[in-house]
C-alpha cells in the first residue's frame, strides 16, 4: 500500500502560483511513477501531468504545458506540482496518484493509490 497525502492547495488570484505536494508513506515510493490529475465541478477527472520513477521522464497536459512543472524528491518520499501563471480555469480538486512500477501514465485507471486531493481555486 502507498497512502498519499495533497497539501498546498487554496484560493489565489489570477496570474498567480502555488506549489502542491503530495506526500508518500508505505510502499517505496521510488518503485511508483507519479500522476497529477484535476477535477472541476461537472467535469469528468482529467491527466495534468506524470514523472516517471527516476524522474527522467515528464508529460504534461497540454492546457498547463509551460505554466506547470512536475519534480519529486525520493528522499523526501514527495512529489511536487509547482503551478505558475494560474488561470480561472484551472480551478478543480487536484489529486496525486502513484502507479506501482509504471511509467508516468496519461490514463487514470492506470494507478494504483490516489490521495484524498486538494482545492485549488483561482479567482479573476
Known amino acids: 500500500q502507498v497512502q498519499l497525502v495533497e497539501s498546498g492547495g487554496g484560493l489565489v488570484q489570477a496570474g498567480g502560483s502555488l506549489r502542491l505536494s503530495c506526500a508518500a508513506s508505505?510502499?517505496?515510493?521510488?518503485?511508483?511513477?507519479l500522476g497529477w490529475f484535476r477535477q472541476a465541478p461537472g467535469k469528468e477527472r482529467e491527466f495534468v501531468a506524470a514523472?516517471?520513477?527516476?524522474?527522467?521522464?515528464?508529460s504534461y497536459a497540454d492546457s498547463v504545458k509551460g505554466r506547470f512543472t512536475i519534480s519529486r524528491d525520493n528522499a523526501r518520499n514527495t512529489g511536487y506540482l509547482q503551478m505558475l501563471s494560474l488561470k480561472r480555469e484551472d480551478t478543480a480538486v487536484y489529486y496525486c496518484?502513484?502507479?506501482?512500477w509504471g511509467l508516468g501514465s496519461s490514463v487514470a485507471r492506470n494507478y494504483n493509490y490516489w490521495g484524498q486531493g486538494t482545492q485549488v481555486t483561482v479567482s479573476s
Open positions: 514523472i516517471s520513477r527516476s524522474g527522467g521522464t515528464i
Open positions: 496518484a502513484a502507479e506501482l
Open positions: 508505505g510502499r517505496t515510493f521510488s518503485n511508483c511513477a
